[in-house]
């Protein structure tokens, strides 16, 4: 069992910026592959981006590309994600997930683990 808990959600204005981190507890983290998800109300979780077990390989959505960037801390198991030059549409409840196996997974279905979220909210 992984328990995951996100923080440093919040509310911004447009171009600002934004840092989660998640941080695991329980099976050893760096097992893992880790993602970050989001969910807008009305819509279905969205793939946001990855990052390998050792951290060496990331993955983006083209929505993110250039302006999020996933990294993590084995040695504190936990892992970020920097947003910056947010937009109003990045608007949404951020998850974070573990996965046992690849990073090159986009499906929520394929992860383990999951956190409760964290909202991020930008105003226009």
């Known amino acids: 069992q992984v328990h995951l808990v996100e923080s440093g959600g919040g509310l911004v204005q447009a171009g600002g910026s934004l840092r989660l981190s998640c941080a695991a507890s329980?099976?050893?983290?760096?097992?893992?592959?880790m993602g970050w998800f989001r969910q807008a109300p009305g819509k279905e979780r969205e793939f946001v981006a990855t990052?390998?077990?050792?951290?060496?390989?990331?993955n983006y959505a083209d929505s993110v590309k250039g302006r999020f960037t996933i990294s993590r801390d084995n040695a504190k198991n936990t892992v970020y994600l920097q947003m910056n030059s947010l937009k109003p549409e990045d608007t949404a409840v951020y998850y974070c997930?573990?996965?046992?196996?690849?990073?090159?997974?986009?499906?929520?279905?394929?992860?383990?683990?999951w956190g409760q979220g964290t909202q991020v909210t930008v105003s226009s």
């Open positions: 997930a573990a996965n046992g196996g690849t990073y090159r997974s986009t499906d929520p279905e394929e992860f383990d683990y």
């Open positions: 990052i390998s077990w050792r951290g060496g390989s990331t």
């Open positions: 329980g099976r050893t983290f760096s097992y893992y592959a």
